[in-house]
């Protein structure tokens, strides 16, 4: 389908696009319509309806079609972009006058001269005047002088309106389910998901479009036309198998709504599918958590720093951060089917991530884990292009709000900052570092399908990284823990709920040892002014301060050796903090040892795709109802 035509992908010798069975090199020059006119002419591609599109709240409408005449030369493709306020006449006049000056151009091309003599007039095929006129085939009659809104409403209500240029008909397509971009990612490994790294649709429906998966070896000519595909799966995603290596990939998608059915378009994969990296740690820890829990008081919560592609990759990162591994380890098209892979496996209620890039949020955590059922949110941290991301299965939790905020945006406007921020906002050094920082939490209220009288508010938080920002953290773990008391106990009494069946989970990368302030502030529930972590950074001491939360926390996980692994550093930062009298942890998944950890020295790696280890414990309530 003409509209569809789009780069589907790119690489260092050529790659391929397909619009209805027309293989395309995508190439640069290939994006021009001109050269595809051309390609189309020697592939014998043919269309017969026009393409009307109109985007909401737009003006214009846009047209398009091809153009095949044999008796004046003509195989091109016609675009045309006019206001919707414009009447069709003068449309079609100046559709006329573009069509003209390319029959003309057409016909006058390499013709010999003729002897001329005054007896006959030389003869030519350019008719008098080119004809374009619309053509209401159920009243048998030409349509004219009125807006073009008004063809567009006809055309809406069902009438068939043509539109004919020359000898040839169209039949005019308004607003058909179409594709408008689609592409696979560079890297496909056996034994993980392969979908779309990029998807968009305009006027359809992903959940009503079908998508099926094809596979076929590429012939010894290279010829792409050549290859025999063969069906191996249909859906969004595809499990690629051992049996896939060595082959190429071909993906369809029907762009669908409830009532219509468009052009499909189709994507071959730029590469071969490649062997796997082996049997990765992860997929040990699967075999503890192989199925869902089955009971309705019961829940499994994942927490995860899944290293952004915005901080993976640079120039530093690849030659000083993470230097140790190697390049397609850090590529996001690598290491996002392993997170994916991993994130699946733990067969999880609840997830909270950070360091999630939008546009993976976006394009690949979103509708992958909506089509196992789950719903996320995400909130950017500031206007960074990353930041945190809490997804829930929508079996066995309903969600009733969902907020977040930038902390250092609302130190001096969110009133239960108030006392604290005065406290230290004096210190103007200390004052603009915390402002300055990007550093969001976000919280979740759901409630349990199964037993709606229990209500979990699940927080979701990424501290600042700082080595001598220990104050900073501290502070933050202040601030974050008045916004969610303040929005527990908002809840609680709008609500009004019962504490014993009301619950906090608090997630995230505190960056936080278990001997700094911070792990003492959630399980003690107190810190003092005589604390170290206050005088981390003398410049921006904090004197003078106390913090205090209300709520009996316990890390579910304990504190491990180490929740993130790099040669640089090494520590327990990661934590999953939950209240201890409302619920109490079942198990927890046991973590990678130090030897796996240190295979490749330090991770990531080609078996670990973040630098952080994903936190992993199953929950029970405290008191059944």
Same mark, same amino acid.
């Given at each position: 389908?003409?509209?569809?035509?789009?780069?589907?992908?790119?690489n260092?010798?050529c790659?391929?696009?397909?619009?209805?069975? /027309?293989?395309?090199?995508?190439?640069?020059?290939?994006?021009?319509?001109?050269?595809?006119?051309?390609?189309?002419? $020697?592939?014998?591609?043919?269309m017969?309806?026009a393409?009307?599109?109109?985007?909401?709240?737009?003006?214009?409408?846009?047209i398009?079609?091809?153009?095949?005449?044999?008796?004046?030369?003509?195989?091109?493709?016609?675009?045309?972009?006019?206001?919707?306020?414009?009447n069709?006449?003068?449309?079609?006049?100046?559709m $006329?006058?573009?069509?003209?000056?390319?029959?003309?151009?057409?016909?006058?091309?390499?013709?010999?001269?003729?002897?001329?003599?005054?007896?006959?007039?030389?003869?030519?095929?350019?008719?008098?005047?080119?004809?374009?006129r619309?053509?209401?085939?159920?009243?048998?009659?030409?349509?004219?002088?009125?807006?073009?809104?008004?063809?567009?409403?006809?055309? $809406?209500?069902?009438?068939?309106?043509?539109?004919k240029?020359?000898e040839?008909?169209?039949?005019?397509?308004?607003?058909?389910?179409?594709?408008?971009?689609?592409?696979?990612?560079?890297?496909?490994?056996?034994g993980?998901y392969?979908?779309?790294?990029?998807?968009?649709?305009?006027f359809?429906?992903?959940?009503?479009?079908s998508?099926?998966?094809?596979?076929?070896?590429?012939?010894?000519?290279?010829?792409?036309?050549?290859?025999?595909?063969?069906?191996?799966? #249909?859906?969004?995603?595809?499990?690629?198998?051992?049996?896939d290596?060595?082959?190429?990939?071909?993906?369809?998608?029907?762009?669908?709504?409830?009532?219509?059915?468009?052009?499909?378009?189709?994507?071959?994969?730029?590469?071969?599918?490649?062997?796997?990296?082996?049997?990765?740690?992860?997929?040990? $820890?699967?075999?503890?958590?192989q199925n869902?829990?089955?009971?309705?008081?019961?829940?499994?919560?994942?927490?995860?720093?899944?290293?952004?592609? /915005?901080?993976?990759?640079?120039?530093?990162?690849?030659?000083?951060?993470?230097?140790?591994?190697?390049?397609?380890?850090?590529?996001?098209?690598?290491?996002?089917?392993?997170?994916?892979?991993?994130l699946?496996?733990?067969?999880?209620?609840?997830?909270?991530?950070?360091?999630?890039?939008?546009?993976?949020?976006?394009?690949?955590l979103?509708?992958?884990?909506?089509?196992?059922?789950?719903?996320?949110?995400?909130?950017?941290?500031g206007?960074?292009?990353?930041?945190?991301?809490?997804?829930?299965?929508?079996?066995?939790? #309903?969600? /009733?709000?969902?907020?977040?905020?930038?902390?250092?945006?609302?130190?001096?406007?969110?009133?239960?900052?108030?006392?604290?921020?005065?406290?230290?906002?004096?210190?103007?050094?200390?004052?603009?570092?915390?402002?300055e920082?990007?550093?969001?939490?976000?919280?979740?209220?759901?409630?349990?399908?199964?037993?709606?009288?229990?209500?979990? /508010?699940?927080?979701?938080?990424?501290?600042?990284?700082?080595?001598?920002?220990?104050?900073?953290?501290?502070?933050?773990?202040?601030?974050?823990m008045?916004?969610?008391?303040?929005?527990?106990?908002?809840?609680?009494?709008?609500?009004?709920?019962?504490?014993?069946?009301?619950a906090?989970?608090?997630?995230?990368d505190?960056?936080?040892?278990?001997?700094?302030?911070?792990?003492?502030?959630?399980?003690?529930?107190?810190?003092?002014?005589?604390?170290?972590?206050?005088?981390?950074?003398?410049?921006?001491?904090?004197?003078?301060?106390?913090?205090?939360?209300?709520?009996?926390?316990?890390?579910?996980?304990?504190?491990?050796?180490?929740?993130?692994?790099t040669?640089?550093?090494?520590?327990?930062?990661?934590?999953?903090?939950?209240?201890?009298?409302?619920?109490?942890?079942?198990?927890?998944?046991?973590?990678?040892?130090?030897?796996?950890?240190?295979?490749?020295?330090?991770?990531?790696?080609?078996?670990?795709?973040?630098?952080?280890?994903?936190?992993?414990?199953?929950?029970?309530?405290?008191?059944?109802?």
């Open positions: 389908m003409l509209l569809s035509l789009v780069p589907c992908f790119r260092q010798s790659s391929f696009v397909i619009i209805n069975n /027309l293989i395309l090199p995508n190439k640069p020059h290939f994006n021009s319509l001109k050269y595809l006119s051309n390609f189309a002419l $020697r592939h014998r591609y043919n017969n309806v393409y009307f599109r109109q985007l909401p709240n737009e003006e214009q409408c846009s398009s079609f091809h153009l095949i005449n044999e008796k004046y030369k003509i195989n091109k493709i016609f675009n045309f972009c006019r206001n919707v306020t414009e069709i006449d003068a449309s079609a006049d100046r $006329r006058a573009n069509i003209e000056k390319e029959v003309k151009k057409r016909t006058n091309r390499k013709k010999k001269p003729q002897k001329v003599t005054t007896e006959e007039p030389i003869k030519t095929d350019i008719p008098e005047e080119v004809i374009v619309f053509f209401d085939t159920e009243n048998k009659q030409d349509v004219k002088d009125m807006p073009f809104s008004e063809l567009l409403n006809r055309i $809406r209500n069902n009438k068939e309106i043509l539109l240029v020359l040839n008909n169209f039949l005019i397509n308004f607003n058909s389910p179409t594709v408008q971009a689609i592409n696979l990612p560079h890297s496909i490994l056996a993980f392969v979908y779309p790294s990029k998807l968009e649709l305009l359809a429906e992903k959940e009503h479009s998508f099926q998966w094809y596979r076929g070896k590429m012939p010894k000519s290279k010829n792409a036309e050549q290859i025999e595909w063969q069906l191996i799966g #249909e859906g969004f995603s595809h499990l690629v198998t051992s049996n290596v060595g082959y190429h990939l071909k993906f369809v998608c029907i762009p669908k709504t409830l009532q219509e059915t468009g052009a499909s378009s189709e994507v071959i994969s730029n590469g071969e599918i490649e062997a796997g990296p082996g049997q990765c740690p992860f997929e040990v $820890r699967h075999l503890f958590t869902k829990l089955a009971n309705q008081f019961q829940f499994r919560v994942v927490t995860y720093n899944i290293l952004a592609d /915005l901080y993976a990759d640079s120039d530093y990162s690849r030659n000083e951060l993470f230097g140790y591994c190697s390049n397609y380890a850090l590529h996001i098209d690598y290491r996002k089917q392993l997170f994916i892979k991993e699946l496996g733990y067969n999880a209620d609840i997830i909270c991530l950070q360091e999630v890039d939008k546009k993976v949020f976006n394009m690949d979103q509708p992958v884990l909506r089509m196992k059922s789950f719903e996320g949110f995400f909130k950017a941290k206007n960074t292009a990353e930041g945190l991301a809490t997804f829930f299965d929508v079996n066995r939790f #309903e969600a /009733l709000d969902s907020q977040g905020i930038t902390i250092g945006e609302c130190l001096e406007t969110l009133e239960t900052f108030q006392d604290l921020w005065n406290q230290i906002k004096t210190n103007e050094k200390l004052a603009a570092r915390i402002k920082r990007s550093t969001a939490v976000s919280v979740t209220l759901l409630r349990c399908r199964q037993n709606p009288l229990k209500h979990l /508010l699940v927080a979701n938080t990424h501290f600042y990284f700082h080595p001598d920002a220990d104050h900073i953290r501290l502070l933050q773990g202040g601030f974050s008045l916004y969610v008391r303040d929005i527990y106990e908002r809840f609680e009494r709008e609500l009004q709920l019962d504490r014993a069946h009301f906090i989970i608090f997630c995230g505190f960056n936080s040892t278990p001997e700094c302030g911070m792990f003492r502030l959630m399980t003690e529930r107190f810190v003092g002014d005589e604390l170290a972590d206050w005088q981390s950074n003398e410049e921006e001491a904090v004197r003078g301060v106390t913090l205090a939360q209300p709520f009996m926390f316990q890390s579910a996980c304990g504190c491990p050796k180490f929740t993130n692994y040669v640089g550093f090494q520590a327990c930062i990661d934590y999953i903090y939950y209240q201890c009298d409302s619920l109490r942890v079942n198990d927890v998944v046991p973590l990678p040892s130090e030897e796996e950890l240190m295979a490749y020295d330090a991770i990531p790696s080609p078996v670990f795709p973040s630098d952080h280890i994903a936190l992993v414990a199953s929950f029970e309530w405290a008191q059944k109802s």
